[in-house]
């Protein structure tokens, strides 16, 4: 093993990690000492999804449940850290135009069943919720319900609480309440490789964060709940979002879906702010570099149309010479109208608005305004149990491909909803599956590959923190993600490539730091990789995939997800899906014409 550098909080989280019940140190092959614990569920991630998992599971039999997470257990997620704006649909509410709204805004490209489900146990969700001691804010005798934007019909509910903690963080705390008696937890561990045997999950290998040791996990089923992938762009709290369980799956050969569609938002190049969607629709306007409103020019709804059409106009008065920069103006209103919804809403932002405050930042002073990547709205197709094709592997919340938009109160829903059907469909699953044991060589020789490039002598190749800059240079450029042109996605493949085969095999890690980010990086390649491949086969435009060269919808040839795998031979394959929309509740108003 190499030399390692101790860091804060060393101590306490390797004895977390030894005294945790079902853990047995042993030496394997030579000097490398690999931790194992085995168990019947392994959870990976903390969020939303992986802790409605975890509590699913045990209510349907599942005993030995293990969860790890990269950070400390459900407390540095994107569930933890958003405002917890939540889509519940109640006895009164319609499913059906429900459903609609959420079909139509999602290009037709939803897993209706799936979608529809979620949201027809949401309200069983929102009662058990509440029974465990969470709130949502009221207005009169009932809950206080804002319009989502992006939908006509859909509601969602905001500000929950729970004891001391309000937003996200309110529900992370009740749900990690619930699901922490017979889960063994082990925090900072990252999952860096799946392992199979016989064809099917046997288990992860994860490396301690603090002391880069290596933990075999002989699990008998998977679930990724490891979120999506932000590229680690500018949008506030997603640095951790790195896509590590699109290439956990891919990797064991499981079908990914919708990763084309990379969806961005709009925010400050100078500090944080979530919530451009609320400022615009409480008397913000974004202004060209001549000061003018232009959003009126490319829709209907102006300043209050979806954030992806947004970003698509500043794309384009870029194009007419009109910016950047552009400028967020809210004026007076920010006092009157916006900071009040914001701090209704809740989440970081009433925080965060007092701090720039304090910075100085006059919020009613015009902002520079800038797209910024959000995220990869793709991920791991899965079957109605939340199965992937890979047996034994599931996957919840954002590593699952349910659908493609990026909508408040859907993503915090989808999370919750989908992390229980997974954690169900696993029990199911292992009530009929018998022992599964990882190969030893196996895990020695992932385990000595996951830690080689600690020992690894400097050659003078890039760092990994260079490779994610020189990523970014390639897919954040406006005709690769925002108007994507077929000649731009392929000489930004043509990059990722040179990353992926030049760079990545030497890079080397000073630190456990360092080691953990290198493997974050590996996972990023993989998905620029997963999302301009995807983009090239999408021969046309629909939602947040924008392509100059094929600007319409593709009606007149059959609707398809274009579904991602890993084949044989190694190479990334391509394949379309027919989206089996007349066997769905929900049809386009024109039916597109059979292939
Ligand atoms: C600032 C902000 C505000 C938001 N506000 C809202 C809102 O109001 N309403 C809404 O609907 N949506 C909102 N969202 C989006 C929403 O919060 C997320 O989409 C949702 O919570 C994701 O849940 P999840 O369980 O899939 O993933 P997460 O909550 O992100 O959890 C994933 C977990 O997996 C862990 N992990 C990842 N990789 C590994 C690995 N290799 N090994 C071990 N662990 C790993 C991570 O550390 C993390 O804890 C917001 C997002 C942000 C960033």
């Known amino acids: 093993m190499p030399a390692r550098e101790p860091v804060a909080g060393d101590r306490r989280n390797r004895r977390a990690v030894r005294e945790a019940p079902g853990v047995d140190s042993s030496e394997r092959s030579g000097a490398m000492r690999i931790r194992r614990c085995e168990t019947d569920l392994l959870i990976v991630g903390s969020g939303f999804a992986g802790l409605w998992a975890a509590i699913a599971a045990r209510e349907a039999g599942v005993t030995r449940i293990a969860m790890v997470d990269k950070a400390a257990i459900a407390m540095s997620s994107q569930s933890r850290l958003c405002a917890g704006a939540t889509i519940y649909c109640l006895p009164e509410d319609s499913l059906e135009l429900w459903l609609r709204d959420i079909v139509e805004a999602n290009g037709f490209l939803s897993r209706q069943p799936l979608v529809a489900e979620i949201l027809e146990t949401s309200h069983e969700r929102l009662r058990r919720l509440e029974s465990w001691g969470v709130s949502y804010e009221r207005a009169g005798d009932g809950y206080l319900r804002l319009p989502s934007r992006g939908f006509r019909h859909v509601k969602m509910m905001v500000m929950p609480r729970f004891r001391e903690s309000v937003g996200g963080a309110a529900v992370a705390d009740a749900l990690r309440r619930r699901a922490r008696p017979g889960t063994q937890t082990f925090p900072r561990v990252l999952v860096t490789d799946l392992l199979q045997r016989d064809g099917r999950i046997a288990g992860a290998l994860g490396l301690d964060r603090t002391t880069a040791e290596p933990i075999e996990f002989a699990a008998r089923a998977v679930l990724l709940a490891t979120a999506d992938c932000s590229f680690r762009g500018s949008y506030v709290c997603t640095d951790a979002t790195t896509g590590d369980g699109f290439r956990l799956a891919y990797d064991q050969g499981a079908r ?206 890039l760092r990994a923190d260079e490779v994610v800059e020189r990523m970014q240079r390639s897919i954040f450029r406006t005709d690769v993600s925002i108007r994507k042109r077929g000649e731009s996605l392929e000489a930004a493949l043509r990059d990722i490539e040179d990353l992926r085969d030049g760079a990545l095999p030497d890079l080397i890690a000073d630190d456990v730091h360092g080691l953990a980010k290198l493997h974050e990086t590996r996972n990023m390649i993989r998905a620029a990789e997963m999302f301009l491949r995807a983009s090239l086969a999408r021969g046309e435009s629909r939602g947040a995939h924008f392509r100059v060269d094929h600007p319409e919808s593709d009606e007149a040839s059959r609707l398809v997800w274009i579904n991602l795998r890993r084949a044989d031979d190694g190479a990334m394959q391509i394949e379309r899906e027919p989206v089996p929309l007349s066997s769905y509740p929900i049809q386009p108003l024109v039916t597109p014409v059979p292939a």
């Open 256 to 461: 990914l879906s919708n990763m084309e569609f990379l969806c961005t938002n709009t925010g400050s190049p100078h500090f944080g702010f979530e919530g451009t969607g609320v400022a615009l629709r409480w008397g913000g306007r974004l202004l060209n570099a001549r000061g003018e409103a232009f959003m009126a020019r490319y829709h209907p709804d102006a300043d209050s149309a979806e954030i992806h059409e947004l970003v698509q106009a500043m794309a384009r008065e870029v194009e007419k010479g009109n910016g950047p920069p552009f400028q967020l103006e809210m004026g007076d209103s920010f006092t009157t109208r916006i900071a009040p919804a914001l701090a209704r809403i809740g989440g970081f932002m009433p925080l965060n608005l007092s701090r720039l405050a304090d910075e100085g930042v006059d919020l009613r002073r015009p902002q520079e305004w800038i797209p910024a990547v959000q995220t990869l709205r793709g991920g791991v197709r899965v079957h109605a149990d939340g199965q992937s094709d890979v047996p034994g592997l599931f996957a919840a919340g954002m590593t699952e491909a349910l659908d493609p938009g990026l909508f408040n109160g859907w993503s915090t829903l989808r999370a919750m909803g989908s992390g229980e059907r997974s954690g169900r469909g696993a029990a199911r699953w292992l009530a009929d599956a018998g022992p599964c044991a990882p190969h030893s060589d196996e895990v020695a020789e992932l385990a000595a590959r996951a830690t080689a490039p600690l020992g690894r002598k400097k050659s003078g190749g």
